[in-house]
């Protein structure tokens, strides 16, 4: 058990449509990443939050957005859903600043269906 | 270019040690990891090693970096059945320390 939480663990949505995944970070821990994982491939990074603002972001649209709250926790946003973005979510929280080492431990994921 | 590499699969007899390898290609990489994932499941860090360092020794298993071949690689002594899952090696890199991950490797464990 790595005390991330991540809410729902399964969604159902339609083309077109808007979602919102949660995520609980560690206790102790100020910063959360998020990562998509296609079947079959490993998880790409989509963003980083740290201290509320985005710190950092890769290779994915402007459709998906995040926030990140005074209690750490965050949320993942995409709009206009398309097939593509089908995958597990997941969540990662990890304690950054000066001397820490920014282990990432991961939660359960969310599997987002879009049909 | 940012990329990480494994073999895919890897099928070992119970008892048996596995080896699954990895090469990256950052070499500016603080950390380097391995996770496991189960069916269905997140992934669970299993253990991981500071770039400065050649062996990390955590019960069953063993990590081994070479930095000037950018390989790394995780033994598991003992394989057991509950083994059998995908592993993935990652590196960290820039200010993020985003994870930057293989395609994982599956490791099936056979009676």
């Known amino acids: 058990e790595t005390g991330v939480t991540q809410s729902p663990t399964h969604l159902i949505k339609t083309r077109g449509q808007q979602v919102t995944l949660r995520c609980s970070s560690q206790?102790?821990?100020?910063?959360v990443s998020w990562y998509q994982q296609a079947l079959g491939q490993g998880p790409q990074f989509i963003f980083q939050?740290?201290?509320?603002?985005?710190?950092g972001r890769g290779n994915f649209p402007p459709r998906f957005s995040g926030l990140q709250f005074p209690n750490y926790s965050s949320e993942l946003n995409v709009n206009a859903l398309e097939l593509d973005d089908s995958a597990l979510y997941l969540c990662?929280?990890?304690?950054?600043?000066?001397?820490?080492?920014?282990?990432?431990?991961f939660g359960a994921g969310t599997r987002l269906s879009v049909l | 270019g940012e990329d990480v590499e494994q073999s895919l699969f890897l099928s070992v007899r119970e008892g048996d040690s596995s080896v699954i390898n990895c090469t990256y290609t950052?070499?500016?990489?603080?950390?380097l990891y391995w996770y496991k994932q189960e069916p269905g499941a997140g992934l669970q860090l299993l253990t991981y090693?500071?770039?400065?360092?050649d062996m990390k020794q955590d019960q069953r298993l063993t990590v081994l970096l070479n930095k000037k071949d950018k390989h790394l690689s995780l033994r598991i002594a003992d394989t057991q059945t509950g083994d059998s899952a995908i592993y993935f090696c990652?590196?960290?890199?820039?200010?993020?320390?985003?994870?930057?991950f293989g395609t994982g490797t599956l490791l099936a464990v056979q009676p």
């Open positions: 950052d070499s500016s990489s603080t950390y």
């Open positions: 206790s102790g821990h100020n910063t």
């Open positions: 990662a929280s990890s304690l950054a600043g000066q001397g820490a080492k920014n282990i990432q431990y």
């Open positions: 990652a590196e960290s890199g820039g200010a993020t320390n985003k994870l930057i």
């Open positions: 090693i500071f770039s400065n360092m």
């Open positions: 939050y740290y201290r509320e603002e985005e710190n």
